[in-house]
């Protein structure tokens, strides 16, 4: 009976909602920069060259751009899927990437995946002084919010060298980006399509 009740709490603080950005627009980076989003990096590790630059498809990687260099595009649109260990982040925006969910996988950006892995990232909301919310606390339609790893990183915008993009990932407090949060419907279980 136990199990029953934390899974009807865990639906009751699970949402659907979109994630915006005043000044520029937030999403994966075929969208905001066209397909394919290709990029050659050359990878260092402790100061040192590691090999030759390779050039990799990153359509599927998240990032942000100015908006006034992007065309017309919808906004992010993720489904909070509440856990005891934070919020798990699924793709609601019809396309190649639905139903994938966003996880920490290459060089601390943040990625669609598989909604088979293991271990998927999951996030921490943070109101603007910082304090982990969850849906309970979002009575409003509209919240600014930040979004916080399990390790104590935070979402930022990431640049690498060698690729022309900039990246949704892991950073330190410092750089962590408040974001738009616009809640579309409350009390959404996991499997809703």
Request: charged share 20%.
């Amino acid at each position: 009976m136990k199990e029953r009740y934390i899974m009807t709490s865990c639906i009751e603080k699970s949402f659907i909602a979109t994630l915006r950005m005043f000044d520029h627009k937030v999403g994966f980076l075929d969208h905001l920069h066209g397909k394919p989003a290709m990029a050659t990096i050359t990878l260092f590790s402790g100061g040192f060259y590691t090999g030759r630059p390779q050039t990799r498809d990153h359509s599927h990687l998240l990032g942000m751009r100015i908006n006034e260099q992007c065309g017309r595009t919808k906004p992010l649109k993720l489904h909070f899927s509440h856990t005891p260990d934070g919020y798990i982040l699924s793709v609601k925006n019809q396309g190649a990437y639905y139903n994938q969910l966003i996880s920490n996988r290459w060089l601390d950006t943040v990625q669609a995946v598989d909604s088979d892995i293991d271990n998927p990232s999951t996030f921490t909301l943070l109101d603007h002084n910082g304090a982990a919310i969850t849906l309970d606390n979002l009575a409003e339609t509209h919240s600014p919010v930040s979004l916080r790893f399990d390790n104590q990183h935070y979402l930022g915008g990431l640049k690498i060298r060698g690729s022309p993009y900039i990246y949704l990932g892991k950073t330190e407090e410092s750089s962590k980006i408040t974001f738009m949060l616009s809640v579309v419907e409350r009390n959404v279980p996991a499997s809703k399509t």
